[in-house]
DNA sequence: AACGGTAACAACCGCAAGTAT
DNA sequence: AATACTTGCGGTTGTTACCGT
């Protein structure tokens, strides 16, 4: 039999959402909150698929969303969590309010990747590039057991311990050129001491848990009817209401505008 | 000015997990 | 317990802007 798609794809829009689509989504929301985004679009009259609206809104229109590049110690948080729990952006972006697994996935791929080579790590393991080809070459010459053939995949067990006594050694050998890559570099090293790791993802874990993307935009849009009474209050998680300036400072285009009385929230 | 290459970001797809019946 | 359905996640692709030649 199989699944039933999650919306009859025959058309459909895709592609680049216009600005009416936004408008005609963010006003939905906000007027009804979000029950099922498989009847999201419908009811808003857009032809999209609740998915896409669903990632619109997730990733782009959702008023706390902290817009702009990442700073430097966010760059720096994302490594330390990659090195702790992999590629699980959701998780990782749940330590950052504001900001979208999306993303956080985007500049990993676009930026960090890169300049953790330039460092001479590897981006999946955070051992030293030259490192980690030597160890997968020793355990296939000696090829103890199957674990041994395993690729270096994992995660760090203790990445705090493990990668940074090489730091110097490092700096010496791949001569990086630019301020920005040893700053960085520098910045890693330093962190890793620095930083309890274990504590900090424990707290944030127990934290953030009621902060995930999806709770918040309904606590957000629960806040606007207060009627739905689904959820947890605006008051519990006020801390993710973006500061005017982060609301305000949208390119071009300002969705709130329309549809927010700004100052009746912050 | 035209072109090609690249970076950055947005959006889509398929799958898995979670939930309701 | 089984099934149907929804939602969320991660990987991937598409699009656009920018830059160097």
């Not at 058309?11 to 939905?28: A, C, N, Q, V, Y």
């Not at 007027?31 to 782009?60: F, Q, T």
């Not at 700096?171 to 910045?187: A, C, H, M, P, R």
């Amino acid at each position: 039999m199989g699944r039933q798609p999650c919306c009859e794809k025959i058309g459909l829009k895709r592609g680049p959402w216009t600005i009416e689509e936004d408008h005609k989504l963010m006003s939905f929301i906000i007027n009804n909150g979000i029950h099922c985004w498989r009847m999201i679009p419908k009811h808003a009259g857009l032809l999209r698929c609740g998915k896409s609206c669903r990632l619109r809104w997730i990733n782009y229109l959702r008023p706390d969303l902290k817009r702009g590049t990442l700073s430097e110690f966010e760059e720096n948080q994302i490594i330390q969590l990659h090195a702790r729990l992999g590629n699980r952006w959701s998780k990782i972006a749940a330590h950052f309010p504001g900001r979208t697994d999306n993303e956080i996935k985007n500049h990993w791929n676009t930026r960090i990747k890169k300049r953790l080579k330039l460092l001479g790590l590897d981006p999946l393991t955070h051992m030293p590039l030259q490192q980690s080809v030597q160890d997968a070459t020793e355990s296939e010459q000696t090829s103890h057991s199957n674990e041994d053939k395993e690729p270096q995949i994992k995660p760090l067990s203790n990445p705090a311990l493990e990668s940074y006594a090489v730091g110097e050694k490092m700096q010496e050998k791949f001569e990086v050129g630019s301020d920005d890559t040893i700053n960085l570099f520098n910045s890693y090293e330093m962190l890793w001491d620095s930083f309890n790791l274990e504590s900090a993802v424990q707290s944030s874990e127990t934290t953030t848990s009621n902060s995930s993307s999806t709770s918040t935009s309904l606590s957000i849009t629960d806040s606007f009817n207060p009627s739905m009474g689904e959820s947890s209050s605006l008051q519990e998680d006020s801390h993710c209401i973006p500061s005017v300036d982060s609301l305000l400072s949208w390119d071009g285009f300002n969705p709130f505008d329309d549809f927010f009385p700004l100052q009746n929230y912050l």
